[in-house]
Nanobody, 115 residues
């Protein structure tokens, strides 16, 4: 059974940093492309960052380039999202996703950026 444990969300002020973690079990993590997505109230879910199974290739949404960094530890079956210089428009529920021949989603963690 595939399980994700997402953590690291919270309420912060503009300019602060947060690091999200998504620990997985039940899948062959090193074979999966991992990504983070977010969904703000009233908006569609959007991809924030993606990392290849080896970690050698990363992609980012234009809105987070230069501020967010995705990384993974295949030994720990965990993917991370380091978020710096947070803005109010980054407020959303953040989900991790795993993809090989199937796709799996985490339960989401809330990030709120407000002064």
């Amino acid at each position: 059974q595939v399980q994700f444990v997402e953590s690291g969300g919270g309420s912060v002020q503009p300019g602060d940093s947060l690091t999200l973690s998504c620990a997985t079990s039940g899948l062959t993590f090193r074979y999966n492309v991992m990504s983070w997505h977010r969904q703000a109230p009233g908006k569609k879910r959007e991809m924030v960052a993606r990392i290849s199974n080896s970690g050698g290739i990363t992609n980012y949404a234009d809105s987070v380039k230069g501020r967010f960094t995705i990384s993974r530890d295949n030994a720990k079956n965990t993917v991370y999202l380091q978020m710096n210089s947070l803005k109010p428009e980054d407020t959303a529920i953040y989900y991790c996703r795993a993809e090989d021949f199937s796709e799996y989603w985490g339960q989401g963690t809330q990030v709120t950026v407000s002064s």
